[in-house]
């Protein structure tokens, strides 16, 4: 699949065959994932993947009961590190040693910048780890769907109760689940969702947002249907 098929063609799916995604397939799909771009380049996330029936019924428990947690041939749950400065020594050593920093004092800089986003508040480390973990889940999506494996991102859970049913660290936000598996038949086909027109939602230069009153209902499929 092209880039532009993949982009246009992409949909969250609900109903999943019965064929795994094998092991291989997923770590292509991470790979993929793990080339999005990150703040400082920290790369904070995290990703567990659960394909046990016991721990999927689990997962789907705590995501407020939605089948298709468990109905997928794995559902990800996808992490952020809430601490910036966790990976920071091998991420800038190298910077170093490929010159995009010219030395060492530069590098504990950069070491004392990122330790001080660890003293941020923890509603400050959320917004920043879910920032740069999204992209690497959007990226994830994509990947899997260029290997025509489909997913759904999921932000209907208990954290809480996720975290204690998965014994996660408390240095973790979930940041959200990623439902992943081949399609049943047609899931993949159904009509394509209303999207906002590009002229509502981009603004060059000066912005003036666009109440729900004024969004016309209609404009956003034929732009869509040119992409396709
Ligand atoms: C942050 C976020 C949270 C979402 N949460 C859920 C969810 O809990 N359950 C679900 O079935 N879909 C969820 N979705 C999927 C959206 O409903 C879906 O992306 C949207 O309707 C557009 O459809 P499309 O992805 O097929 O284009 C979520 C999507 C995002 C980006």
Same mark, same amino acid.
């Given at each position: 699949?092209?880039?532009?098929?993949?982009?246009?063609?992409?949909?969250?799916?609900?109903?999943?065959?019965?064929?795994?995604?094998?092991?291989?397939?997923?770590?292509?799909?991470?790979?993929?994932?793990?080339?999005?771009?990150?703040?400082?380049?920290?790369?904070?996330?995290?990703?567990?993947?659960?394909?046990?029936?016991?721990?999927?019924?689990?997962?789907?428990?705590?995501?407020?009961?939605?089948?298709?947690?468990?109905?997928?041939?794995?559902?990800?749950?996808?992490? +952020?590190?809430?601490?910036?400065?966790?990976?920071?020594?091998?991420?800038?050593?190298?910077?170093?040693?490929?010159?995009?920093?010219?030395?060492?004092?530069?590098?504990?800089?950069?070491?004392?910048?990122?330790?001080?986003?660890?003293?941020?508040?923890?509603?400050?480390?959320?917004?920043?780890?879910?920032?740069?973990?999204?992209?690497?889940?959007?990226?994830?999506?994509?990947?899997?769907?260029?290997? +025509?494996?489909?997913?759904?991102?999921?932000?209907?859970?208990?954290?809480?109760?996720?975290?204690?049913?998965?014994?996660?660290?408390?240095?973790?936000?979930?940041?959200?689940?990623?439902?992943? +598996?081949?399609?049943?038949?047609?899931?993949?086909?159904?009509?394509?969702?209303?999207?906002?027109?590009?002229?509502?939602?981009?603004?060059? +230069?000066?912005?003036?947002?666009?109440?729900?009153?004024?969004?016309?209902?209609?404009?956003?499929?034929?732009?869509?249907?040119?992409?396709?």
């Amino acid at each position: 699949m092209d880039y532009n098929e993949v982009v246009t063609t992409r949909r969250s799916v609900h109903e999943y065959s019965d064929e795994d995604v094998s092991t291989e397939t997923l770590e292509a799909v991470f790979r993929k994932a793990t080339y999005a771009p990150s703040s400082f380049n920290l790369q904070p996330w995290e990703f567990l993947v659960v394909r046990d029936d016991d721990r999927l019924a689990t997962l789907a428990e705590v995501a407020n009961g939605q089948e298709h947690v468990e109905e997928a041939s794995a559902t990800v749950v996808v992490l +952020g590190n809430l601490d910036p400065s966790a990976h920071a020594d091998p991420v800038f050593d190298d910077w170093l040693r490929k010159g995009y920093i010219p030395d060492e004092d530069v590098k504990e800089q950069l070491l004392d910048t990122v330790e001080g986003m660890a003293d941020q508040s923890a509603a400050e480390r959320r917004v920043w780890t879910n920032r740069s973990t999204a992209l690497a889940a959007q990226q994830f999506m994509t990947a899997a769907w260029s290997e +025509g494996v489909a997913t759904c991102p999921m932000e209907g859970f208990d954290a809480d109760a996720l975290v204690e049913a998965f014994d996660i660290d408390d240095g973790y936000e979930p940041v959200m689940l990623v439902t992943v +598996g081949y399609p049943a038949e047609d899931a993949a086909e159904a009509e394509r969702k209303y999207r906002r027109p590009v002229d509502e939602v981009v603004h060059y +230069g000066t912005f003036e947002p666009v109440t729900g009153a004024e969004v016309d209902e209609t404009a956003g499929e034929s732009a869509t249907a040119a992409d396709d």
